[in-house]
């Protein structure tokens, strides 16, 4: 930020509106594309690669990188609950909180590659094993891909912790495939299992927020999904809908399959009262 104020009498009318959409949204710009950037600041893609130049940069991704070093020291969640209370609450917090989540959603739509996307699907279709990866807020996310690639017939293993995940990883191999979700600020765990896996020759698919994650590097694939937050409170709204439609696009590959499947599930459920009914008199509701 101060190469930006010390080049400011050096901008171009494009370049200030740059500059100035820069510093209003910077935890936002910090992992967008040049594209992107440049299609919401409302300058041209070269305008974005020439500001970044002029800031001392070779392009654009390094001036992300330097952008995303600022943000990640922002997201101790101290520093974020204090910024949220010094920001004050222009709506509704419901409404401020539905809008950031709707807004990741439209950028989702206009950052994801679907080839990268349908290379992941074929990749998992034909996987032996599949390991999940995720802990701390990204928990949540590994433990619901699990819970429906178990509904779906595929051999997932949702890793838990350090504690004998590398045993488990040690019996993996080439035709295994080694899921690894994490955003800022990252898990160390979630890294360090990834990388070992990915160093073990197994397939490796990052679902993260950006190129500069640290499992990207590690990773066969990558699927990027960008991320925001209310407060102090990671916002998982666009990782779960990417999920969501890996578990769809997986069902559509083998539907006949899928449908007895599930309709041998269906049978279990009922015969063990696994959802609850009206006329159930064991008294019991049961979520999925």
């Not at 919401?40 to 130049?53: D, L």
């Amino acid at each position: 930020m101060e190469k930006l104020k010390r080049k400011q009498g050096e901008l171009t009318q494009a370049q200030k509106k740059l500059a100035e959409y820069v510093l209003q949204n910077l935890e936002e710009v910090a992992f967008m594309s040049a594209s992107v950037l440049g299609r919401k600041a409302g300058v041209s893609e070269s305008t974005v690669v020439r500001f970044s130049q002029l800031l001392g940069y070779k392009g654009f991704p390094e001036l992300k990188e330097a952008l995303r070093e600022v943000v990640i020291e922002r997201l101790d969640t101290s520093k974020r609950l204090s910024m949220y209370l010094e920001k004050g609450q222009e709506e509704h917090i419901l409404f401020q909180s539905v809008k950031k989540d709707r807004a990741v959603l439209d950028l989702l739509l206009e950052t994801v590659s679907i080839r990268d996307f349908d290379n992941v699907i074929e990749t998992l279709e034909n996987a032996k094993r599949i390991y999940i990866v995720s802990h701390r807020s990204a928990y949540a996310i590994g433990y619901y891909l699990a819970f429906y690639l178990h509904w779906l017939g595929f051999p997932a293993v949702l890793l838990k912790g350090k504690d004998f995940s590398y045993e488990v990883l040690t019996l993996g191999d080439k035709d295994d495939v080694v899921i690894g979700i994490t955003f800022p600020r990252y898990s160390s765990e979630t890294v360090e299992l990834f990388s070992f896996a990915a160093d073990r020759g197994m397939k490796t698919v990052a679902i993260t927020d950006d190129y500069l994650s640290p499992i990207a590097s590690k990773a066969s694939y990558v699927l990027t999904v960008p991320t925001d937050f209310i407060s102090f409170v990671d916002s998982l709204t666009g990782p779960m809908s990417l999920v969501n439609a890996v578990i769809v696009a997986l069902s559509l590959r083998n539907l006949e399959a899928i449908k007895e499947r599930l309709q041998g599930l269906e049978k279990v459920w009922e015969e063990k009262s696994v959802y609850w009914r009206e006329s159930y008199k064991g008294g019991k509701a049961n979520d999925k």
